[in-house]
């Protein structure tokens, strides 16, 4: 590629241009790496997302244990930290 043309958008502009003129065989080739790409990044967005879920959830539970143990109304826990009365009473 020139090298006045090796800004981002004719970089991305060369690489459709070599995607576009691949044969059959290539092309599928292609397409299912892209699908696994993608799958394997969905895998990993959910895993973060439900990890950083389940890590707010424990920090919540033990701020509310916390506050059980010193006499804390159940009530103002149960505002404080979002979690039900059931789940404190669990604690």
Do not use: C, H
Not at 29 to 49: I, Q
Not at 64 to 78: C, L, N, S
Request: charged share 35%; glycine share 4%; aromatic share 8%.
């Amino acid at each position: 590629m020139p090298k006045n043309l090796q800004e981002k958008i004719f970089e991305k502009l060369f690489t459709e241009a070599e995607i576009a003129k691949l044969n059959s065989k290539d092309m599928q080739a292609y397409e299912e790496s892209l699908k696994v790409y993608w799958d394997n990044y969905s895998v990993l967005a959910t895993a973060k997302k439900e990890g950083k879920e389940d890590g707010i959830n424990e920090e919540k539970a033990s701020i509310a244990k916390r506050f059980k143990e010193k006499g804390i109304d159940v009530q103002i826990i149960v505002e404080t930290t979002g979690l039900t009365q059931k789940q404190i009473d669990k604690l």
